[in-house]
C-alpha cells in the first residue's frame, strides 16, 4: 500500500486511474503543450513581475538585444510596452518549431543579463516535462537521452573550467551546439577534438590520444591492458586515414544522431576520466 500510495502521489487522480496516459520521455525536436505551457508561465511570470506598464532592468536589456540580434529588425523598431511584448514572446515559445522555442530559451540564458529565476526555472521545467533537451553549463541546450547522459557532460565541462581547458572546453561546447543543430559529423569532430585536447596538455607536443596513454602508463596511473581497450576504442582520432578521416571528412558522412549523441556522451566521461589520472599522476 505505501509503495502504491507513493506512486500514485507522482501522477494525476486521471493517470493513477488509468484515465490519461503515464508521462513518458519526448522525442529529439518535440515540444509538448505541457512543456511550452509551463515554460511561458515562467517566462510570463518573471516579465510582469515588476508591475511596470514597459521592460526595465535585465529584461529590456535582453529584449533589445534579441530584437537586434535574433530577429535581426532595427532597434528603433523596438517596443518595450509590455503587452505587446508578452504577446510576442507567447507566440514564439507557442510555435510549433523547436528551433524557435529552444532558440529563443538558450540566446536568453546566454545573455549576461538573464534574470537568475529564468536560469533556476528553465532546468527545472525541462527535467519536470521530460524533455529530450538539458541545461549544460548554465546556458548551453542540448539533446540527451537519460538525465545521467547530461550529468556525464556538466560534470566534463566543470573539470574543464577547473583545471583551465579552456580549449577542450570550447570543443565540447561546440559538438552540443551542432548535435542540437543536426550536424552529426560536426558534432562527432568536436567531441573528438575535445579528448585529443585533452590528451596534448598530458602528452605535450601529442597530437593524438596514444600519447597521452602511453604517458599514463609510465606514471602507472592505468593499466597496459586498459590502455590497449582505450586506444583500440578511439583509434579514429589518429590522423593517419583513421575511421575520423573516412567518415567525418567528407561531406556525406556515414553517421547518424545516434552516433553523435554516443560520441558526445562517451567523450565527455572520457575527457573527465583523463584530467582524474592526469591529476592522480602530478602530470
Known amino acids: ?49 515588476d508591475g511596470n506598464s514597459f521592460l526595465s532592468g535585465n529584461w529590456e536589456l535582453v529584449l533589445r538585444d534579441h ?4 530577429l535581426n529588425l532595427p532597434i528603433d523598431a523596438f517596443n518595450s510596452y509590455k503587452p505587446t511584448v508578452i504577446q510576442e514572446l507567447r507566440e514564439n515559445l507557442f510555435d510549433d518549431d523547436y528551433l524557435n522555442f529552444f532558440g529563443f530559451i538558450q540566446y536568453v540564458l546566454r545573455h549576461h543579463r538573464c534574470p537568475p529565476y529564468i536560469k533556476q526555472a528553465v532546468p527545472a521545467v525541462l527535467k519536470l516535462h521530460r524533455a529530450a533537451y538539458r ?6 541546450i ?7 547522459e547530461a550529468a556525464t557532460a556538466d560534470k566534463a565541462l566543470y573539470e574543464l573550467k577547473s583545471v583551465g581547458m579552456d580549449g577542450a572546453r570550447t570543443h565540447l561546447r561546440k559538438a552540443m551546439s551542432e548535435l542540437t543543430a543536426g550536424s552529426w559529423a560536426g558534432s562527432i569532430r568536436e567531441s573528438i577534438h575535445a579528448v585529443e585536447s585533452v590528451a596534448r596538455t598530458i602528452a605535450p607536443g601529442a597530437n593524438t590520444l596514444g600519447p597521452a596513454l602511453t604517458a599514463l602508463e609510465k606514471n602507472r596511473v592505468i593499466h597496459s591492458a586498459l590502455k590497449s581497450a582505450f586506444g583500440s576504442i578511439y583509434g579514429f582520432t589518429s590522423d593517419a586515414g583513421g575511421i575520423r578521416h573516412a567518415l567525418l571528412d567528407k561531406e556525406d558522412a556515414s553517421v547518424d544522431e545516434a552516433d553523435a549523441m554516443f560520441m558526445l556522451g562517451a567523450c565527455s566521461a572520457f575527457v573527465t576520466y583523463l584530467i582524474q589520472k592526469k591529476r592522480s599522476a602530478g602530470i
Open 1 to 49: 500500500m505505501e509503495n502504491e500510495f507513493s506512486y500514485r502521489k507522482q501522477l494525476t487522480f486521471e493517470q493513477a486511474e488509468g484515465a490519461a496516459p503515464l508521462p513518458s520521455q519526448l522525442a529529439l525536436k518535440e515540444v509538448s503543450q505541457g512543456l511550452k505551457a509551463k515554460m511561458w508561465q515562467v517566462f510570463h511570470d518573471s516579465l510582469v513581475a
Open 67 to 70: 530584437h537586434v540580434d535574433r
Open 135 to 140: 541545461v549544460v553549463d548554465g546556458d548551453t
Open 142 to 148: 542540448a539533446p540527451f537521452a537519460t538525465e545521467a
